[in-house]
C-alpha cells in the first residue's frame, strides 16, 4: 500500500471562494500538509499521508467538499472567467453568466468542458472534449467537439444557448459512454452520427450556426505581480516549483475575507490570481508577500510553459530550458512552450517537446531523446502540428529551440514584407490571389496548406492538392478523398 495519497478537488471554472479555500487548507493543515498545487485545469492537488488519508476525507466531507483520491475520473470544468475585466471585457459574457452555467450542473462530468470566451488568449480553446467558446450572439456558444482520447474533432452544427450547456453536456457524455465502441478512444469517430443521437433524445434551444468560428491571434498577457484596472489592483501569483505553501494560501484567505473579497481564480498556467483588491488595500497585500518571501516579478520567457501535472521530470526539463533562454537573451513573445513526458496529455503549445515514447527508449537502451514540434502558423490552438527535429538529445534541445524561435520570428518578417497593401487587396482578384490554397479533413479538421507541404510524408512546400495520388491524413489517416477545400480552416483541436 502507498504511503501517500494525491488528493485532487476540483474547483469549478477556476473560481473559489476564500472561505472555501481557507477550509480546504486548515483541513489539510491538520493533516499535516504543507504544500498544495494548481493543475492545468484549474484544480487543487496536494499529497498526504496513508495514515492522515481518512480524517481529511471526514473532514472535508463534513463540509461539503468533494475530493477525489489517486484518481481524475471527473475532471475540473475549466474557464475563462479568470480574465473576466482582468484582461478582456466581453459584451455579454460576465460572472453572472459563468455561475449560473456552472450551478446548472448538476451531475459530476466525466468528460473534461471548457467555457471559453473566443476574445481571450490566455485560457486554451480546445484542451477539453465539450469546448463551448462564445459567439457572437448573446447567451449562445459554438460546440467543439473532441472524442475522448483522441484528436478527432467535430463543430456541432448549431449554437448552443447557455442554459442547455450542462444538459447538452450530460446528453453528449451518456451517448459517447453508452456507445463507446463509435465515439470513446476512436479516430474515426463520425460527429453528425452523434448529433443524430443526442437531438433524438433530447431537444434544445438552439440557433443556426451561420458564422465560422474566428479566433485571435495569440499573445499571453503577462499574469504575475500587481496590476490596475479601473479603480482596483488586481495580484497574479506564479510559483517556479509549482507549490503554494498552506501557511502563505491561508493568510491570502484572511486578507480576502478581512477586504471582503469573495473569490480566489486559478489558472491553466499553474498560477493564482486575485481580482478586486481596492488600492487602499494593497499594504495587506505588501505585507502577506513580505511576510513569506514571495516574488512576483518573475521573466515573461518563464511564464508561457505548460507542464504535466505532478511531472518533476518536465518540471527539471523546463527550468534548465528557461535558464539557457534567459543566459542567451532567447525572444520568446507570441510563443508558448509545452513538455510531454506521457502520451495523451491534453496541453497547449505553438512549440511542444515531446519526449519519444519509443520502446528502446522506455527501456533505457537509447538516450533520453526528444521530438520538437510546432503548430504549423505557432497558433497554440492549432492541432496541425509539423515536426522541426526528432531524436534530439537533451542537451541540443535549447539550441534547436533556439534555432525554431528565431524561425518564428523570420516568418513573421518576411510575412510582413510580403502583406499587400489594403488598397490592394479591396480588388477580389488580388485578394483570391492572395490566399493560401487550404484542404481540411473533414473527419479530425487537420489542414494541408499548399504553401508548406507536408514534410513528414515528403511533400515539398510548394506541392499542390492536385498533384497528391496517395496522400492520406497525418492525424486520423483518413484517405485524400477525405478532405475539403476551404477558406478558413474549421476546428483544430488541442
Not at 368 to 384: G, V
Amino acid at each position: 500500500m502507498s504511503s501517500t495519497h494525491l488528493i485532487k478537488i476540483n474547483l469549478p471554472g477556476g473560481i473559489v471562494s476564500a472561505g472555501d479555500l481557507l477550509t480546504i487548507l486548515e483541513a489539510a493543515e491538520r493533516a499535516r500538509v504543507e504544500q498544495v498545487q494548481f493543475g492545468n485545469r484549474q484544480q487543487l492537488f496536494f499529497t498526504v499521508e496513508a495514515a492522515q488519508r481518512r480524517a481529511l476525507l471526514h473532514t472535508l466531507g463534513q463540509a461539503g467538499i468533494t475530493a477525489e483520491v489517486d484518481a481524475d475520473k471527473h475532471p475540473n470544468i475549466s474557464s475563462s472567467y479568470v480574465v473576466e475585466e482582468v484582461f478582456h471585457n466581453t459584451a455579454w459574457l460576465r460572472e453572472g453568466v459563468y455561475r449560473d452555467v456552472l450551478d446548472l450542473f448538476d451531475y459530476q462530468p466525466q468528460l473534461k468542458i471548457n467555457l471559453i470566451d473566443r476574445h481571450q488568449t490566455f485560457i486554451p480553446f480546445f484542451t477539453g472534449n465539450l469546448n463551448f467558446i462564445t459567439s457572437d450572439t448573446p447567451n449562445y456558444w459554438y460546440l467543439y467537439l473532441r472524442f475522448p482520447q483522441t484528436n478527432a474533432g467535430y463543430c456541432w452544427p448549431s449554437l448552443v444557448y447557455s442554459e442547455d450547456i450542462p444538459g447538452l453536456s450530460r446528453a453528449v457524455e451518456w451517448t459517447i459512454f453508452a456507445n463507446k465502441d463509435q465515439f470513446y478512444d476512436q479516430p474515426a469517430a463520425d460527429g453528425a452520427q452523434l448529433h443524430r443521437l443526442v437531438s433524438a433524445s433530447q431537444r434544445f434551444v438552439n440557433q443556426p450556426l451561420t458564422t465560422p468560428l474566428a479566433l485571435p491571434d495569440f499573445t499571453l498577457p503577462y499574469y504575475e505581480g500587481f496590476n490596475r484596472y479601473g479603480s482596483k489592483l488586481w495580484l497574479g501569483i506564479y510559483r517556479r516549483d509549482e507549490q503554494f505553501s498552506v501557511a502563505f494560501l491561508k493568510d491570502v484567505c484572511q486578507v480576502c475575507l478581512h477586504t471582503r473579497l469573495g473569490q480566489l481564480c486559478t489558472t491553466p498556467w499553474k498560477s493564482l490570481i486575485i481580482k478586486g483588491i481596492a488600492l487602499a488595500d494593497r499594504p495587506h497585500w505588501d505585507a502577506v508577500l513580505r511576510r513569506h518571501r514571495i516574488n512576483v516579478r518573475h521573466a515573461a520567457n518563464e511564464l508561457n510553459w505548460q507542464v504535466e501535472d505532478h511531472c518533476a521530470h518536465g518540471l527539471a526539463l523546463k527550468h534548465e530550458l528557461v535558464r539557457y533562454f534567459n543566459e542567451e537573451d532567447v525572444r520568446t513573445f507570441q510563443l508558448c512552450f509545452a513538455i510531454k513526458t506521457q502520451p495523451k496529455t491534453g496541453l497547449f503549445g505553438s512549440i511542444v517537446v515531446r519526449r519519444h515514447f519509443d520502446r528502446l527508449t522506455q527501456t533505457g537502451l537509447h538516450a533520453e531523446q526528444y521530438e520538437i514540434l510546432h503548430t504549423r502558423d505557432f497558433n497554440p490552438n492549432s492541432k496541425d502540428f509539423i515536426s522541426f527535429r526528432k531524436k534530439v538529445s537533451r542537451e541540443n534541445l535549447p539550441w534547436y529551440l533556439t534555432q525554431l524561435c528565431d524561425q518564428f520570428y523570420e516568418q513573421q518578417a518576411a510575412a510582413s514584407l510580403l502583406t499587400p497593401a489594403a488598397e490592394e487587396l479591396a480588388s477580389p482578384a488580388l485578394a483570391a490571389a492572395h490566399q493560401s490554397l487550404l484542404y481540411q479533413c473533414r473527419r479530425c479538421f487537420t489542414v494541408y496548406d499548399e504553401a508548406y507541404g507536408d514534410l513528414a510524408q515528403s511533400v515539398a512546400p510548394g506541392t499542390a492538392w492536385a498533384s497528391l495520388t496517395t496522400y492520406a491524413c497525418p492525424t486520423c489517416e483518413a484517405p485524400q478523398a477525405t478532405f475539403a477545400a476551404v477558406a478558413t480552416p474549421r476546428f483544430q483541436p488541442t
